[in-house]
């Protein structure tokens, strides 16, 4: 099991690039299937998630190249097999995004349940009610979804959609069944996060109809067929926010390419307040900091709010500034893992439920900690960043699932960091 030695107490200058949005690949690569004519996916990121995503869609019979440039072919002409099987579904739970794609071409898929992960229970309810509400006839047998047409239909039809609360992979499920669904379907509270823009723009590239994505009301026209097209994937602005919030705890100058403050309203606001210096420069962000910051309270909520998948990261900026902050996690209900790890590191924080308080120490110490989900790691390697002597995080197979390079990229902007088998 991989471990990331880091030696704190370096400031980060320099230049790196964003990579493709992990959580605007693994959709895309799922609409790809959509059409049996080739199609062509640039700015894909070389990260775990998307490698089992590849590993499934080829199960599937489809063949899918990935060149070193970060371009994905995928042909999916020959593709027998609608399944996604649990052995590749349990490590990540995206698989979950087969299922419409593969029922609006095919009219079948059987799709493992993604099962919990760290952060909770992650229920697909949602998925599923909306597919049937669309004509979808759904069983769970086995630990599996599996879904078909009623008899003698030929394809779904279009339905109006609202969801009981509002989910990201559950609005992309649906925009890539009614693609090719008969008639019109409304999404009623859609998630407007920049990923469904970009999604809803690939599919419209491919000759679907689809209007007001990235609002939270979509409308989608069905189509008979859509075609192969080209698509670029939009930048991560998770990886761009986890960044900031690195420079920004360690002190120093960066420009991260291809970033996007637009995607990052709420976050580039809280670092500005909080003291760091933030603003778009010619083809992407520059963040410079120096001295101690301001802790900033927080509530996570759906785009465009503060997003739940930038939580741990700012809140180790929170433990090392100034003063108090609340920090308040609503989307799920078991995401403050990090908290006792950073504790080990001297960070002063109280829990209680969906409430974590940070009070703001002067260091933290380096020690070794484990890494118990994606953003959880990606908040203990920032910590190591800015903490006296050294620190090893373990289990980072978590980090390696959807953040490309990290440790090279830290590296290119001066951090002491080295990954260890
Ligand atoms: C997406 O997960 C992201 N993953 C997550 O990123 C992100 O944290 C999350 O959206 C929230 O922004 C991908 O896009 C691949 P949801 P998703 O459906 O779609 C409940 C990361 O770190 N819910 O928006 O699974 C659910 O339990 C990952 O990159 C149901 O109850 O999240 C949660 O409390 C982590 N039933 C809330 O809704 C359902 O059928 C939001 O979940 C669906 C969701």
Known sequence: MDKLLIRGGRPLRGEIRISGAKNAALPELCAALLTAEPMTLQNIPRLQDVATMLKLIRNMGATADFSPDGTVLIDSKELHFPEAPYEMVKTMRAAVLALGPLLARFGEATVSLPGGCAIGARPVDQHIKGLQKMGAEIVIEHGYMIAKLPKGWTRLKGANIRTDMITVTGTEN????????????????????????????????????????????????????????????????????????????????????????????????????????????????????????????????????????????????????????KVTETIFENRFMHVSELMRMGAKIDVDGKVAITHGVERLSGATVMATDLRASASLVIAGLVADGETIVDRIYHLDRGYEQMEGKLTQLGADIERIK
Do not use: W
Request: net charge negative.
């Open 174 to 325: 649906f925009m890539m069944a009614a693609a090719l669904a008969e008639g019109e379907t409304i999404l009623e509270n859609a998630a407007m996060e920049p990923e469904i823009t970009d999604l809803g723009d690939m599919l419209n590239a491919m000759g679907a109809k689809v209007e007001g994505h990235g609002t939270e009301r979509i409308r989608i026209t069905g189509v008979d067929k859509l075609h192969g097209a080209t698509h670029k994937v939009v930048a991560d602005r998770i990886e761009c926010g986890t960044f900031l919030c690195a420079v920004a705890a360690t002190g120093g100058d960066v420009i991260l390419r291809d970033g996007r403050i637009d995607h990052l309203e709420v976050v580039v606001e809280m670092l500005k307040k909080a003291g760091a210096h933030v603003e778009a420069v010619d083809g992407g962000i520059r963040v410079h900091s120096e001295g101690r910051l301001e802790a900033q309270s927080f509530k996570t909520t759906e785009y465009p709010g503060f997003p739940t998948d930038m939580q741990a990261q700012f809140m180790v900026l929170n433990v090392i500034s100034e003063g108090d902050s």
